[in-house]
Protein backbone atom coordinates (compact mmCIF):
# COMPACT_ATOMS: atom_id res chain seq x y z
CA UNK A 1 0.00 0.00 0.00
CA UNK A 2 2.80 2.63 0.95
CA UNK A 3 4.80 1.56 -2.16
CA UNK A 4 1.74 2.16 -4.31
CA UNK A 5 0.85 5.48 -2.78
CA UNK A 6 4.49 6.67 -3.06
CA UNK A 7 4.42 5.57 -6.98
CA UNK A 8 1.64 7.26 -7.24
CA UNK A 9 2.52 10.44 -5.61
CA UNK A 10 5.37 10.55 -7.55
CA UNK A 11 3.93 9.88 -11.15
CA UNK A 12 1.56 13.30 -9.72
CA UNK A 13 4.93 14.82 -9.42
CA UNK A 14 6.33 14.05 -12.72
CA UNK A 15 2.87 15.26 -14.11
CA UNK A 16 3.33 18.70 -12.66
CA UNK A 17 -0.27 17.38 -10.57
CA UNK A 18 -0.81 18.37 -7.12
CA UNK A 19 -0.59 15.55 -4.55
CA UNK A 20 -3.95 14.44 -3.60
CA UNK A 21 -2.75 11.13 -1.62
CA UNK A 22 -2.41 11.22 1.80
CA UNK A 23 -0.76 9.09 4.72
CA UNK A 24 -3.03 6.12 5.76
CA UNK A 25 -4.30 6.22 9.59
CA UNK A 26 -3.14 3.30 11.57
CA UNK A 27 -3.49 2.55 15.25
CA UNK A 28 0.14 2.54 16.82
CA UNK A 29 1.25 -0.11 18.78
CA UNK A 30 3.87 -2.07 21.03
CA UNK A 31 5.37 -0.91 24.49
CA UNK A 32 8.13 1.18 23.54
CA UNK A 33 6.69 3.11 20.56
CA UNK A 34 3.47 3.95 22.82
CA UNK A 35 5.98 5.35 24.97
CA UNK A 36 7.52 7.68 22.88
CA UNK A 37 4.23 8.66 21.07
CA UNK A 38 3.32 9.51 25.28
CA UNK A 39 6.17 11.58 26.21
CA UNK A 40 6.30 13.25 22.91
CA UNK A 41 2.55 14.17 23.80
CA UNK A 42 1.78 12.83 20.42
CA UNK A 43 -0.77 10.34 21.58
CA UNK A 44 -4.39 11.53 21.35
CA UNK A 45 -5.85 8.23 23.85
CA UNK A 46 -3.47 5.12 25.10
CA UNK A 47 -5.83 1.64 25.43
CA UNK A 48 -3.97 -0.61 27.25
CA UNK A 49 -4.69 -4.37 28.11
CA UNK A 50 -5.34 -5.45 32.17
CA UNK A 51 -3.84 -9.01 31.83
CA UNK A 52 -0.24 -8.06 30.56
CA UNK A 53 2.01 -10.77 31.39
CA UNK A 54 4.07 -9.45 34.05
CA UNK A 55 2.57 -6.65 34.72
CA UNK A 56 5.57 -4.76 35.65
CA UNK A 57 5.70 -4.10 31.70
CA UNK A 58 2.83 -1.89 31.86
CA UNK A 59 1.95 -1.31 35.81
CA UNK A 60 3.97 2.47 35.28
CA UNK A 61 1.95 3.58 32.12
CA UNK A 62 -1.05 5.30 33.60
CA UNK A 63 1.38 7.64 35.97
CA UNK A 64 3.61 8.19 32.74
CA UNK A 65 -0.17 9.63 30.44
CA UNK A 66 -1.71 11.51 34.00
CA UNK A 67 2.01 13.53 33.98
CA UNK A 68 1.63 14.17 30.33
CA UNK A 69 -1.61 14.71 30.15
CA UNK A 70 -2.85 11.72 27.73
CA UNK A 71 -6.11 10.11 28.19
CA UNK A 72 -5.94 6.66 28.78
CA UNK A 73 -8.39 3.61 29.44
CA UNK A 74 -7.82 -0.08 31.01
CA UNK A 75 -9.83 -2.67 28.98
CA UNK A 76 -9.61 -6.57 29.21
CA UNK A 77 -7.95 -8.43 26.81
CA UNK A 78 -4.74 -8.23 25.46
CA UNK A 79 -6.35 -10.47 22.46
CA UNK A 80 -8.69 -7.81 21.54
CA UNK A 81 -6.36 -5.02 21.35
CA UNK A 82 -4.59 -7.29 18.88
CA UNK A 83 -7.20 -8.12 16.70
CA UNK A 84 -7.41 -4.10 16.51
CA UNK A 85 -3.71 -4.76 14.97
CA UNK A 86 -4.14 -7.79 13.20
CA UNK A 87 -2.04 -9.67 15.65
CA UNK A 88 -2.08 -12.28 18.15
CA UNK A 89 -1.91 -10.06 21.66
CA UNK A 90 -0.90 -6.25 22.13
CA UNK A 91 -0.23 -4.72 25.20
CA UNK A 92 -1.36 -1.74 24.45
CA UNK A 93 -2.37 0.79 21.72
CA UNK A 94 -2.74 4.49 21.13
CA UNK A 95 -4.37 6.55 18.43
CA UNK A 96 -2.37 9.66 17.17
CA UNK A 97 -4.51 10.56 14.30
CA UNK A 98 -8.69 10.42 13.33
CA UNK A 99 -10.48 11.13 10.04
CA UNK A 100 -12.07 14.66 10.58
CA UNK A 101 -16.00 13.74 10.92
CA UNK A 102 -14.63 11.34 14.00
CA UNK A 103 -12.90 13.87 16.15
CA UNK A 104 -15.86 14.97 17.89
CA UNK A 105 -16.04 11.04 19.02
CA UNK A 106 -12.79 10.84 19.80
CA UNK A 107 -13.04 14.03 22.31
CA UNK A 108 -16.34 12.62 23.65
CA UNK A 109 -14.18 9.33 24.70
CA UNK A 110 -10.86 11.17 25.75
CA UNK A 111 -13.66 13.16 28.12
CA UNK A 112 -14.43 10.51 29.40
CA UNK A 113 -11.80 8.22 29.92
CA UNK A 114 -9.66 11.44 31.83
CA UNK A 115 -12.51 11.67 34.37
CA UNK A 116 -12.61 8.04 34.76
CA UNK A 117 -9.13 7.43 34.31
CA UNK A 118 -6.70 10.05 35.03
CA UNK A 119 -8.33 12.33 37.25
CA UNK A 120 -10.31 9.29 39.59
CA UNK A 121 -7.87 9.17 42.38
CA UNK A 122 -9.78 6.71 44.49
CA UNK A 123 -8.83 4.35 42.01
CA UNK A 124 -5.13 5.03 42.85
CA UNK A 125 -5.33 5.07 46.83
CA UNK A 126 -7.48 1.88 46.87
CA UNK A 127 -4.93 -1.56 47.64
CA UNK A 128 -5.15 -4.47 44.66
CA UNK A 129 -7.44 -5.34 42.15
CA UNK A 130 -9.08 -1.78 42.10
CA UNK A 131 -9.35 -1.51 38.02
Known amino acids: AKKNRLM ?7 DGQEDK ?6 IKYGLNHV ?7 VAKLVVIAHDVEPI ?4 WLPALCRKKDVPYCIIKGKGRLGMLVHK ?5 VALTTVRQEDKSELDK ?17 RWGGGI
Open 109 to 125: LAENFKAQFNDNTEVRR
Open 56 to 59: ETVC
Open 88 to 92: KMASC
Open 35 to 41: TTLIEQK
Open 8 to 14: EKAQAKK
Open 21 to 26: SKKPQV
